[in-house]
């Protein structure tokens, strides 16, 4: 019996040295700590990480209080913030719940194309680059994405990452929202609207997205490029000809450009171009999935962010020679 008290009283001291222990701030060599913890990491890992990153914490001791605590696997990866005061059994609790993670964002602008969202991607310091020189194609299949292109795909919005998150991860993300604003934008279109998928309707918005000036004009827009579908008319814009150019464009789109063919020179070719040209915004999908019910075959920028739409040619050309000739 004696034994058995002696035995309940070292476990009852130990475990009380142990929460003493676990229970006093944690020394730091630095005021600003900050940690990255990665996908998978056991709680060693974490301890080791937090210890190089300037807390003075034995790895030990925090896979102990981690398994009493019962999150040895529940220590969410990301970038964190660690603040002074803290102590060992209170740090579990912060990285478990993610409160502490830092968060940067990103955002990707209406009308960008592929290529430029990824070297803005590739120029933004504290993302890591695992893409590396894949190709866009390299990149759609990766990505799963069963057009085979990239373009249109990447949803013009902000995105928020957590400092040394990998390039795919904000990709992906971005990616995967498109679908889905695309797919519910598809789910409820007008079903009078000349398309025969969700792909060849974020073709048409890519477009939609580059020609237009106000947002006011934007379903006006899509119903001139709808009609002329309907009417087996070739779309006639410029900027599905600028992007086949490609980097052969040098700002100034001449007669000579419009009158060479290729698969994106819509002045020569009837029907969509094969792939988006920009990455459309939700306005531009749903503008082109509910059209306004017009008349319109043409439209002619006023040269004030507004547009002039005509029903026919001769009214078209009178508006060319009054707002882009001044006649």
């Not at 035995?7 to 900050?34: C, M, N, Q, T, W």
């Not at 680059?129 to 194609?137: F, K, Q, T």
């Not at 017009?294 to 040619?313: I, Q």
Request: with cysteine; glycine share 8%; net charge neutral.
């Amino acid at each position: 019996m004696l034994i058995l008290s002696i035995l309940a009283f070292i476990v009852l001291a130990f475990a009380g040295l142990v929460y003493g222990l676990l229970s006093l701030d944690i020394p730091r060599e630095k005021a600003e700590v900050y940690v990255r913890i990665e996908q998978g990491f056991s709680a060693r890992q974490v301890g080791k990480a937090l210890r190089s990153s300037g807390l003075e914490i034995e790895p030990s001791v925090f896979v102990l209080a981690a398994n009493l605590l019962h999150a040895g696997n529940k220590l969410k990866a990301g970038y964190y913030s660690i603040p002074p005061g803290l102590n060992t059994l209170q740090l579990i609790d912060y990285l478990k719940s993610g409160k502490g993670m830092v968060f940067d964002s990103i955002t990707f602008v209406e009308g960008s194309t592929a290529l430029e969202i990824l070297t803005n991607l590739k120029n933004t310091a504290d993302l890591r680059d695992d893409l590396g020189n894949a190709s866009e194609p390299d990149l759609a299949r990766r990505f799963n994405l069963e057009s085979g292109n990239l373009e249109g795909w990447i949803s013009p919005d902000t995105f928020k990452y957590s400092p040394g998150t990998k390039l795919s991860e904000v990709l992906i993300n971005a990616i995967e929202l498109q679908k889905s604003i695309l797919d519910k934008a598809w789910a409820s279109r007008d079903l009078n609207v000349p398309l025969n998928n969700p792909y060849e309707a974020l073709i048409l918005a890519s477009i939609v997205e580059k020609e237009t000036g106000r947002a006011s004009d934007r379903a006006a827009i899509a119903s001139v490029f709808e009609n002329r579908l309907k009417a087996g008319m070739p779309l006639q814009t410029d900027p599905t000809v600028i992007y086949g150019l490609g980097k052969a464009f040098n700002g100034n789109l001449t007669r000579k450009h419009l009158e060479t063919d290729g698969i994106y020179n819509t002045y020569l070719r009837t029907g969509l171009p094969p792939t988006p040209i920009c990455s459309p915004g939700k306005a531009a999908l749903e503008a082109v999935l509910h059209p306004a019910k017009t008349n319109y075959y043409y439209f002619v920028a006023r040269g004030d962010g507004t547009t002039h739409f005509s029903e026919n040619l001769s009214e078209h050309n009178v508006a060319v020679r009054k707002y882009q000739l001044g006649k």
